[in-house]
């Protein structure tokens, strides 16, 4: 570790697998309760034509990703709750047709090997300016985390509950498609866009296993998110690999070790409360609010 921070670029990158490692877990928490997984793996797939954008106009692609996720966000926003039926469908298409219009907007450009690097992650090549838009864009995810973490994890509960407690539910929906389609764009250069949604996922699916509350569950997701980014990154330095994959196989393993000991605990309290004559209420180990939370 020390080694690798005599390099400018690499510090840059750490301080960058820290911001990563915070924002996605916090976002995705809220993503995995309301069952849209794969939400970041869809706007990871529209990014790609505001990369082509950037690119093909000799401005910065971090800027036209942002720019087209967020909108491509909204739209998917809006065809979920106009058209349930046939959301999946129409959600197909926009997702198919911004990973074509990207490659061919690149492809244009001349800029293949570009392109590689947000696909695929290239945490190395990342500017000082780059790093400037990241930092801002983390504050703004963790801000909205931080002022509207109860109204978000009320409509991701329930969402008829949320509308009958007087919530803004259109605006709240909106804003948690918003906010992941940021953390896509503050990952994309480090773990790359078609790996990204897993370190929105994945150390979310590891806390759950060891943990009884939402606020909990994502503390320690974020801890996960964490620990994968910057190990991964310094593993990928000390062996000469490619970070994006080492970081997402390394939260795969962080969540096989939540799961063994998660089992552990579970049979742990089941004993106990069977030795005291006590029948838990949901099942052993888990509480109400991490029902919900669990789907």
């Known amino acids: 570790m020390i080694e690798m921070l005599q390099y400018d670029f690499m510090r840059i990158a750490l301080l960058m697998a820290v911001l990563i490692g ?10 995995v309760q309301r069952r849209l997984s794969l939400l970041g793996d869809g706007i990871g797939h529209i990014a790609l034509t505001g990369i082509g954008i950037g690119l093909l106009t000799s401005t910065s692609p971090v800027l036209g990703a942002l720019v087209v996720s967020v909108l491509g966000a909204v739209t998917i926003e809006v065809l979920r709750e106009r058209s349930r039926s046939g959301a999946d469908v129409a959600l197909a298409l926009l997702f198919y047709g911004g990973l074509a219009g990207g490659v061919l907007l690149t492809n244009a450009q001349g800029g293949g090997t570009s392109l590689q690097s947000y696909l695929f992650g290239s945490i190395s090549s990342v500017a000082v ?3 400037y838009v990241v930092v801002g864009l983390a504050v703004v995810v963790l801000g909205i985390v931080a002022l509207f973490g109860r ?10 509950v949320a509308r009958a407690a007087g919530l803004p539910v259109r605006f709240l929906s ?11 764009v503050i990952a994309m250069r480090a773990i790359g866009l078609l790996l990204v949604s897993a370190l929105m996922i994945v150390p979310v699916a590891a806390a759950q296993q060891l943990t009884r509350g939402f606020r909990s569950t994502m503390l320690l997701a974020m801890g996960v ?5 910057v190990s991964g990154l310094a593993g990928s330095f000390q062996y000469d690999l490619p970070p994006g994959p080492s970081i997402v196989l390394l939260a795969l393993v962080l969540f096989v070790v939540a799961v063994a000991g998660g089992t552990l605990v579970r049979r742990r309290r089941a004993r106990a409360a069977a030795a005291g004559g006590r029948i838990p209420a949901v099942r052993p180990g888990v509480d109400a609010e991490a029902e919900v939370l669990r789907g």
């Open 151 to 160: 109204e978000l994890f009320l409509l991701c509960q329930d969402e008829e």
């Open 22 to 31: 915070l924002t996605a877990p916090a976002v995705g928490t809220f993503i």
């Open 129 to 131: 300016g780059d790093l």
């Open 174 to 184: 909106v804003l948690i498609a918003v906010t992941a389609a940021v953390t896509v």
């Open 225 to 229: 998110g964490v620990l994968s980014a």
